[in-house]
């Protein structure tokens, strides 16, 4: 700290650059910004970096993109000397990783962990930033907090009278709950209970879900990677850069279907042919919507022994690609064990949680020793408890901003968030977003200007089509910006 002598206010610390949140995007903000000798600090809630791979500890977290995809790309010797052990890596190896290029780094002296940041506010020439430990200044402010920052934690009253552990999936403690033997409940079937159930069957007593809104899933062969697999894709980096630029699903994957009825040979081909994030067009374009999930559908009750389970766990509705679609290895197959079962609540929804497990509208009480709850997030708190006020007193709002990450009246803020969250590479994304701060950061530093702000906000999105091109929508537009010399921005 350095106090600044004959301050009034609390004792301030000064950097050109404070980075909020030590994930994907935040831990690359760092390293990228203070290579250009910038003061930078990277300040994260909680007790390690890592983000959702630190918090979202649960068994069966992993990326269903593949792991060298989801690596950072700029440098040769940081992706060659790492190794991923499986196609489709799980969390804490995700998180592995990440410690890894910290260490490569040199990031650690330059984080502040356990210090939450709760505002931040334009004095006119720098943000101020309120933290649990005394204020930041700094010229730039990136808010890098993910999009998981408030786990829907009460789904249905009586969460507290409830006798044994409760956790959710995304704030899943480093030692775990401590399942085993016991009567699990999973309230929800979305992407973290399809990961989930199939890493906690045979370790539990006996497991029941309880499905609302039955998912769309493909399933994901996940083989081991030995040498030759990873000597195979180190040897591809200049490749991989361009194919995760250059794809709307940021992996370099791309299908393109040779007519409606060729759909289910490409299933039985590769099911993730069917992937929507592999599919450009397919959420604008209802005929093959409809013809994508008649296939899916279709493929998914074949892996299911009977029609009562089919019913509970098929969605039927027309719905596919407007949501994401689950990748799954085991998820439906789970429920054909003795001690698996689901419930279905759509129509008998979970009133209240009792002492002794979950109530049902219809009286019928499920009991329990455990729950689980994959119940997701609040998409629209993407403000993660900070207070930003920009030019003029005005309170940031929720919007996804230009890029994705700049407002207008929000002087040197970056809000660096995938909108392409759920439906391709969301770390490929984020880089993009985070080269292009650190371009236009380096550009305005070399033409002697000290601030750069969105003149407008695009009309808000509507997901899913708020990724045109996917990842390389965002990844040209970006690159189209700078190019032209932010023709979107006001640079003073
Ligand atoms: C189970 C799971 C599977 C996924 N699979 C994929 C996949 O296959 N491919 C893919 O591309 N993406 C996937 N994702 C998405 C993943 O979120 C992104 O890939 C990426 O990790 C997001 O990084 P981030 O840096 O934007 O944010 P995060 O990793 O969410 O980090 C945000 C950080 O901000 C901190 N923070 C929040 N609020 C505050 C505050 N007020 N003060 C201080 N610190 C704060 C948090 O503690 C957190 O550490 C998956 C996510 C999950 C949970």
Same mark, same amino acid.
């Given at each position: 700290?350095?106090?600044?002598?004959?301050?009034?206010?609390?004792?301030?610390?000064?950097?050109?650059?404070?980075?909020?949140?030590?994930? @994907?995007?935040?831990?690359?903000?760092?390293?990228?910004?203070?290579?250009?000798?910038?003061?930078?600090?990277?300040?994260?809630?909680?007790?390690?970096?890592?983000? @959702?791979?630190?918090?979202?500890?649960?068994?069966?977290?992993?990326?269903?993109?593949?792991?060298?995809?989801?690596?950072?790309?700029?440098?040769?010797?940081?992706?060659?000397?790492?190794?991923?052990?499986?196609?489709?890596?799980?969390?804490?190896?995700?998180?592995?990783?990440?410690?890894?290029?910290?260490?490569?780094?040199?990031?650690?002296?330059?984080?502040?962990?356990?210090?939450?940041? $709760?505002?931040?506010?334009?004095?006119?020439?720098?943000?101020?930033?309120?933290?649990?430990?005394?204020?930041?200044?700094?010229?730039?402010?990136?808010?890098?907090?993910?999009?998981?920052?408030?786990?829907?934690?009460?789904?249905?009253?009586?969460?507290?009278?409830?006798?044994?552990?409760?956790?959710?999936?995304? !704030?899943?403690?480093?030692?775990?709950?401590?399942?085993?033997?016991?009567?699990?409940?999973?309230?929800?079937?979305?992407?973290?209970?399809?990961?989930?159930?199939?890493?906690?069957?045979?370790?539990?007593?006996?497991?029941?879900?309880?499905?609302?809104?039955?998912?769309?899933?493909?399933?994901? #062969?996940?083989?081991?990677?030995?040498?030759?697999?990873?000597?195979?894709?180190?040897?591809?980096?200049? #490749?991989?850069?361009?194919?995760?630029?250059?794809?709307?699903?940021?992996?370099?994957?791309?299908?393109?279907?040779?007519?409606?009825?060729?759909?289910?040979?490409?299933?039985?081909?590769?099911?993730?042919?069917?992937?929507?994030?592999?599919?450009?067009?397919?959420?604008?374009?209802?005929?093959?919507?409809?013809?994508?999930?008649?296939?899916?559908?279709?493929?998914?009750? #074949?892996?299911?022994?009977?029609?009562?389970?089919?019913?509970?766990?098929?969605?039927?509705?027309?719905?596919?690609?407007? =949501?994401?679609?689950? $990748?799954?290895?085991?998820?439906?197959?789970?429920?054909?064990?003795?001690?698996?079962?689901?419930?279905?609540?759509?129509?008998?929804?979970?009133?209240?949680?009792? =002492?002794?497990?979950?109530?049902?509208?219809?009286?019928?009480?499920?009991?329990?020793?455990?729950?689980?709850? !994959?119940?997701?997030?609040?998409?629209?708190?993407?403000?993660?408890?900070?207070?930003?006020?920009?030019?003029?007193?005005?309170?940031?709002?929720?919007?996804?901003?230009?890029?994705?990450?700049?407002?207008?009246?929000?002087?040197?803020?970056?809000?660096?968030? !995938?909108?392409?969250?759920?439906?391709?590479?969301?770390?490929?994304?984020?880089?993009?977003?985070?080269?292009?701060?650190?371009?236009?950061?380096?550009?305005?530093?070399?033409?002697?200007?000290?601030?750069?702000?969105?003149? $407008?906000?695009?009309?808000?999105? @509507?997901?899913?089509? /708020?990724?045109?091109?996917? @990842?390389?929508?965002? !990844?040209? /537009?970006?690159?189209?910006?700078?190019?032209?010399?932010?023709?979107?921005?006001?640079?003073?």
């Amino acid at each position: 700290m350095r106090p600044r002598i004959g301050h009034p206010g609390p004792v301030e610390d000064e950097h050109d650059v404070v980075v909020v949140g030590a994930g @994907v995007a935040g831990l690359y903000a760092l390293h990228l910004l203070r290579r250009r000798g910038l003061r930078v600090t990277c300040v994260d809630v909680a007790p390690e970096l890592g983000g @959702v791979w630190h918090h979202q500890r649960f068994p069966g977290a992993r990326i269903d993109t593949e792991g060298p995809a989801y690596q950072y790309l700029f440098s040769e010797e940081l992706y060659r000397d790492w190794g991923w052990s499986e196609r489709f890596p799980a969390g804490y190896e995700v998180l592995r990783w990440l410690r890894f290029v910290a260490d490569r780094l040199g990031l650690h002296r330059d984080l502040r962990l356990s210090t939450p940041v $709760t505002g931040a506010r334009w004095d006119g020439g720098r943000w101020r930033v309120r933290t649990g430990h005394g204020i930041l200044s700094a010229r730039f402010l990136l808010r890098c907090t993910g999009a998981f920052t408030a786990p829907r934690t009460d789904p249905v009253p009586g969460r507290s009278d409830f006798a044994g552990p409760v956790v959710h999936t995304g !704030a899943w403690p480093a030692r775990g709950p401590g399942l085993d033997g016991l009567r699990v409940g999973v309230l929800g079937c979305g992407p973290s209970a399809v990961q989930l159930v199939p890493a906690l069957v045979g370790r539990v007593g006996r497991l029941t879900v309880l499905a609302r809104t039955p998912r769309y899933v493909l399933p994901a #062969a996940n083989p081991m990677y030995g040498w030759p697999e990873r000597a195979a894709y180190r040897d591809r980096l200049p #490749a991989m850069r361009e194919a995760v630029r250059t794809t709307p699903s940021g992996t370099g994957h791309s299908f393109v279907h040779k007519g409606l009825h060729s759909l289910g040979s490409a299933y039985d081909g590769d099911p993730l042919a069917l992937h929507p994030a592999r599919l450009p067009g397919l959420a604008a374009d209802p005929e093959l919507r409809a013809a994508v999930g008649a296939v899916v559908r279709d493929r998914m009750r #074949a892996r299911l022994a009977d029609g009562r389970l089919a019913a509970a766990l098929v969605p039927d509705g027309d719905d596919y690609g407007l =949501r994401p679609v689950a $990748t799954d290895q085991g998820w439906l197959e789970s429920f054909h064990r003795d001690d698996v079962e689901v419930v279905p609540v759509g129509r008998n929804p979970v009133v209240r949680i009792r =002492r002794d497990g979950v109530e049902l509208a219809d009286g019928t009480v499920v009991g329990l020793d455990a729950m689980v709850l !994959a119940t997701g997030f609040d998409p629209s708190a993407t403000r993660a408890g900070i207070e930003v006020v920009g030019r003029g007193g005005r309170p940031l709002g929720t919007g996804a901003g230009l890029l994705g990450m700049v407002h207008p009246g929000f002087p040197n803020l970056f809000t660096p968030l !995938a909108p392409t969250l759920g439906y391709g590479n969301d770390a490929a994304c984020l880089q993009a977003q985070v080269e292009w701060v650190d371009r236009a950061v380096g550009d305005l530093d070399a033409d002697g200007l000290s601030t750069i702000e969105a003149v $407008t906000a695009p009309a808000e999105p @509507v997901p899913p089509y /708020a990724v045109p091109g996917g @990842v390389a929508g965002v !990844a040209r /537009a970006c690159d189209d910006e700078a190019a032209a010399g932010y023709p979107s921005f006001e640079r003073r």
